[in-house]
């Protein structure tokens, strides 16, 4: 089992920054790809960025690409998601989750554990 928390959402103003983290417990985090998701008021869960075991292969979503950042540091079994130029439309839920194997482009079926999720309110 991986238990994971999430941290840092809030409200901001569009435009603004934040930084969301992830903390893991439990099984070896350096195994897990991580991925954040965000699910937005009727709409589905949709997959923002994720990042591989290794940390050199990324992926984002065309909506978040050159704002959204995903890092992680194995030492401090934390996933971190930067967040920047904020706009409105990034209003949701945010989940970080881990997967085995290479899953950063796979969908979210293939995410094994998932945090209970962290509010980010962006106004305009």
């Known amino acids: 089992q991986v238990q994971l928390v999430e941290s840092g959402g809030g409200s901001v103003q569009a435009g603004g920054s934040l930084r969301l983290s992830c903390a893991a417990s439990?099984?070896?985090?350096?195994?897990?790809?991580m991925g954040w998701f965000r699910q937005a008021p009727g709409k589905e869960r949709e997959k923002v960025a994720a990042?591989?075991?290794?940390?050199?292969?990324?992926y984002y979503a065309d909506s978040v690409k050159g704002r959204f950042t995903i890092s992680r540091k194995d030492a401090k079994n934390t996933v971190y998601l930067q967040m920047n130029s904020l706009k409105p439309e990034d209003t949701a839920v945010y989940y970080c989750a881990a997967g085995q194997g290479y899953v950063i482009y796979a969908s979210t079926e293939a995410y094994d554990y998932w945090g209970q999720g962290t509010q980010v309110t962006v106004s305009s």
């Open positions: 990042i591989t075991r290794s940390g050199r292969n990324t």
């Open positions: 439990g099984r070896t985090f350096s195994n897990y790809a």
